[in-house]
Nanobody
């Protein structure tokens, strides 16, 4: 069974930066397209970015220019570098394969104003 373990969240002031990590086990990681999502309180989970197995990335307009997705196939990990954080970025952040499988526990990001 594929397992997804997100980490790196925390409390940060507006304008600050965080780097999230997602360790993947139980899959042929290098062949998987991967994505990051987030779910703010009272809202539905939303897509924010994806990266193909070859490294091509796509971003939602809400994070484009501020967030960067990357992957390290040697350690089966996908990253989300977040900068210029805003209070509206506050959410639980999740990674997943594409197409989606079971979800991990996510990692909480809180941005204070």
């Amino acid at each position: 069974q594929v397992q997804l373990v997100e980490s790196g969240g925390g409390l940060v002031q507006a304008g600050g930066s965080l780097r999230l990590s997602c360790a993947v086990s139980g899959s042929d990681f290098s062949t998987n397209d991967m994505a990051w999502y987030r779910q703010a309180p009272g809202k539905r989970r939303e897509f924010i970015t994806r990266i193909s197995s070859s490294g091509f990335s796509v971003y939602d307009a809400s994070v484009k220019g501020r967030f960067t997705i990357s992957r390290d196939n040697a350690v089966n990990t996908v990253y989300l570098q977040m900068s210029g954080l805003k209070p509206e970025d506050t959410a639980v952040y999740y990674c997943n394969l594409l197409p989606n499988i079971n979800w991990g526990q996510g990692t909480q990001v809180t941005v204070s104003s």
